[in-house]
Nanobody, 124 residues
């Protein structure tokens, strides 16, 4: 059974930083592109960032470019999201996702697996 388990969320002041982790029980983690999404109260879920299987290519939503960084450690079956210069509008439940594809676009449009999410709250 595939599981994606996020951790690292919490309450932080505006301008602060958090690092999210997502541990995956995927059989061959390196064969999956990985991504992060977020959903704020009353809003639809939106794409945040994605990373290729080898970690050499990344993609970001315009709203987080220059502030967030996605990375992965294939030896630990884990993907990370480093979030800097956080703003109140970044408040949301952050979920990781996985897609069995060589294409980053697959995870940003139709992932195969989802995690439960971790809450990130940014106070002003």
């Amino acid at each position: 059974q595939v599981q994606l388990v996020e951790s690292g969320g919490g309450l932080v002041q505006a301008g602060g930083s958090l690092r999210l982790s997502c541990a995956a029980s995927l059989r061959i983690f390196s064969s999956y592109v990985m991504g992060w999404f977020r959903q704020a109260p009353g809003k639809e879920r939106e794409f945040v960032a994605a990373i290729s299987r080898g970690g050499t290519s990344t993609d970001y939503a315009d709203s987080v470019k220059g502030r967030f960084a996605i990375s992965r450690d294939n030896a630990k079956n884990t993907v990370y999201l480093q979030m800097n210069s956080l703003k109140p509008e970044d408040t949301a439940v952050y979920s990781c996702a996985a897609a069995a594809s060589p294409l980053i676009v697959k995870v940003s449009t139709s992932p195969d697996y989802w995690g439960q999410g971790t809450q990130v709250t940014v106070s002003s």
